[in-house]
Structures are given as C-alpha cells and as structure tokens.
C-alpha cells in the first residue's frame, strides 16, 4: 500500500490532530519564549518607574550628603565604579584574550584542556568568595581597603569570560580561513592575530562587553576591596565607592530617601552597561559592514 | 640548529611580480622525457593514526605544465595534495613517509622549514576562502609577511591581480571587502593571493566544484595561462575538467585496505584515449567512481 493511499486511509481525523498538537506545542514554545523576555522588561522597567523621578543633574555630579540633608549625588560611585572596572579590565583583558587564543589554536593540548577546566571552574566560584580571596592577597598585605584591590578581584571574575568567549569565537571561524593563511607561509600567531581575531571580533568584544557588565555589576566582593568612600577619589591606593555597593548600602538602609536614591542609582548602573554595551556593537557591526566580518 | 633553507632562486621583494606573464618558450610536452622534474614523489606514504591514507605514491611533476589528479572518492588525491606543501602536518597524528622532492630537496625532512616551503608551494582551496579583508589586503597579505610594503606592495597587488584576470574587475574597489565578490571572482582572488607570494609550484584542490560552469571556465583558463609560470597541480573530480585543462594526468585508486595508490600516469591525451589499465580505462569512461 502506498503512503498516499495510507494517509487517505486513516485520512482527515488524524491529520487534523496532528495540525492541532503542532499549533498547541508552537503555542507553548511561544509562551515560554515569552516568558523569558518578561523578567528583562519587568526589571527594567521597575527600575526606571522607581529610579528615574530621582534623577537630575546634581544626583549625577554632586556628592552624597549625610541623612536628613536634601541632594546630593553618586558622582564618587560613578568614578569609582569606572576605576575599578577600568583597571579590571585592564588586568584581565590580555591574559584573558591571550589564553582564549591559546585554547583556540591548541584545544586538544594539555594546557588547552587545563585551560578550559580551569575557567569553568573560576567561573563557577562563587563572587563573595573572590572578594574574601582578594581581600587576603591584596588588602591584608597593603594594610588598607583599596581600588587597586577591587580592580584585582574584578579581574579574576572577568577572566574565565573572557577566556571562553574568545575561544568559543576563534572556534568558529572557518578551518578554512586558517589554512588560507598558513598555506601562504604565514605563522600560527600571524594566522591568530591578522585572520581569526580580526574574523571573529565581534564575538571577542560581545565577550569583553559581557565581563564588563558583569564585574560592573558586583557588589559582593567590593565589601572586601574597594570598601566604599563617601568622598570623591581618584587614588588607586585609597579605597572608593562604587555603584553596586552604593545601591547595596543605600537599599538596606531605614530612609526613604536613601532607598529612593538606591533605584535611581540602580537605573544609573543599568544605563551605563546598556550605553557600553550598544555603542560596543555598534562600532563592530559598522566594521562588519565594511569588512564582510563574520556575525556571531 | 641551523635551519635547512630549500635551493632557490634569489628573489629581491617588490620586483618579484614583475615577470613576464608569457614565457618567452613554451614549456615542452610532459612525458616527452626531457622536461625537468620540478616535484618528485617517492614512495610516498601518508598515515593518519594508523590508517594509511595514501600507500607507494612514486609521481614525477614536471615544471611549467598541469598535472591532474583524478580518482574516485577516498582515493587519497587531496591527502596527497597536501602532502606536498605540508598541510597534512595540520592533522594531529598525521605522518608522511617516503621523499617529495622539491627540485630535488626532499621537503618532508625534519629540518624544512615549512613556512617557507609554503611560500614557494601555494595552495588554492575547494572553497573560495578569502580572508575577511579588503581585495587589496587580501593580496598583500602574503607579500607583508616577506616584508614588502608602500608603493612596491602597490605594484605588486595589480601586477598579480592583472595575472589572476581579475584586476579589471576590481580596480576601482580595491579597498572593499573581499566577501563582496562573486564565489568565481572569490577564487580568483585567492588564486591571485596565492601568486603574489612569487610561489614555484601551485597545488589546487578542486578549486572550481563550488563554481558555476562560467566561472569554471575562467578559472581554467587562467590555469592554463599560468601554467607557464608555476608548476600546477590539480585535483579534481571532474574528468572533463582534467582533459582540458592538464598536460599529464595520475590516476589514483582505492585499495582495498582503503589506501589510495596510483593505478597509472601518463600525457592526458593517452590516458584519456589509450590507457594501460583496464581500471583507468573503466574510470575515465565513467564506468566508476
């Protein structure tokens, strides 16, 4: 018997159950996706309706004032924070980027495997724990609460990021891009550095953005580095407030004022790493456009 | 350890594309006995693991002529292909034995230096793989790993888009992006990368089955203008392709340890029309494979 007379045999009955589980499975995969963006535009949103009537010019630039006296800003969370990141990044930018590259070209090595154990595992400790680790090798040697300090925990959060993005990234450039270059005579670290980076950045500077919004998110480990600083400060040696911290003391504290500046400061946090994060892509995909770069 | 430099002649960057395009003689007939042997295979072996992909390869290339590798599929005809610029070494575990002579220097000794053998044998894939650059940067890239640079590496990139029959095409967007261009112009343009680094021996692999049959014939026709320059080698699955395009042809076989071994070389013409062996005669009249 022919599949088109079996069809027709157990015919319509069956066919317009199989149309109705493949509407209800299509509708339920809709909802869940559904579902998933909600919490972003939930968050989001909350934030701006709580945070944004508290902010205006002065809450950008001024600094905090004691309890009880109107104003006054988050201008020191806002320098801190950069320093902080700022410095992270610095720190782990060129180990991270570097080792991703490593793993990329040497997967199957010894120190490629370790590699990528290692930055599972890194990513999985947990930040407090970062932050009490740091504390030990940097503030208790130096005496003193510090930026430096906050930098250096950052950048042990940031590094397994930014490891296995830039690897995950290298990997999917095509072999063939990579023999291209070395059947010109060209060396692995050229083939690297002028073909695979330059075909894979987009993903690389996704992977960059992300750490970055992640350390700039953490508020956990500045209890134990940068400490927090009412006062605005520029020294790497002293310790400096920072936006998730500030959030963290203002949220907790019993004055309204305080927790109406803890969301406004929040919706600053958030604006920041979004303004980064969009202007990142926009600047990639520009020279996407130019170049024929390859699209994550 | 001093490093084992292949014989070659000297080459001054920047002049290097400024030969002329057409030999002043043609190269003589290969088979005919007196051509120089420009590659030599030897008892060629190649492994990967402990599977031997191709098994007692012995080939005589001569210089300034194509010589097509055809075969069906397993046959070992890229792995072989490979070989000779070392681009097996990329395969873990993979592993050459026997000799490939390079103007009799057997380029499988430890002591070659493989960065510069692949600058005098080129290499143009299956696919067209431009890099994700600019047309111009494309075909400098190789000429700025030797070094050369400003106004000679102008020069150099037309003089080699001219030989690649594509700088008509591309002149007035040389700063745009490589990936812009048709697959055909694509793999003329990494026909052209691969000239540009004044290479002696072109190895190309399949380089027109992803084209359309126009592109295909361009791509032919450069090889044959080409060919009296560089020694050429081609794989190809296309017969046609390898009667029209190449002076000698070796046809290459599976085994039935799924080794690929040579079953016959020869001028084109004879082993199109007058083969020794009954299986090449079977394979090129399309019996199998």
Redesign the interface.
Known sequence: MSVAAFVAGKSARRIARRRFTNRVMLGLCGAAALLAVAPLIWIIGYVIIQGAPAINLEFLTALPTPVGVDGGGIANAIVGSFMVVGLGALIAAPFGLLGGMYAAARP?SRLGVAIRFATDTLAGVPSIVMGIFAYTIVVLPQGHFSAFSGGVVLAFIMLPILVRTTEEMLKLV?S??R?????????EW?TSL??LV??AINGIVTGVMLAVARAAGEAAPMLFTAFGNPFMNTDYNESVATLPHTIFTYAISPYPDWRAKAWATALVLIALVLTLNVSARLLTSWRAR?????RP | MPVETLPQPTIEPGVIAMRPLVAPERAPLAGSGTTPVKVALRELNVYYGNFRAVREVTLNIPISSVTAIIGPSGSGKSTLLRAI?R?TD?V?RARATGAIELDGANVLAPSID??????RV??V?Q?P??????IYDNVA??PR?YGVRGKSLDELVESTLRGAALWDEVKDKLRQ????LSGGQQQRL?IA??MA?EPEVILMDEPASALDPRATLLIEELMRELKERYTIVIVTHNMQQAARVSDQTAFLNMGEDRAGYLVETGPTTTIFTNPRNRLTEDYVSGRFG
């Open positions: 199957d095509p063939t891009l023999e291209g270059s070395l059947a010109l005579g060209a060396a050229r002028r073909v330059p075909a130019r170049l024929g770069t390859l | 610029n681009m990329l873990p493989v960065v510069e053998l692949r600058r080129g290499m894939f696919r793989n431009p890099f994700p650059k600019s890239y190789g790993l992006s490589a990936m812009a990494c990368r691969a680094v």
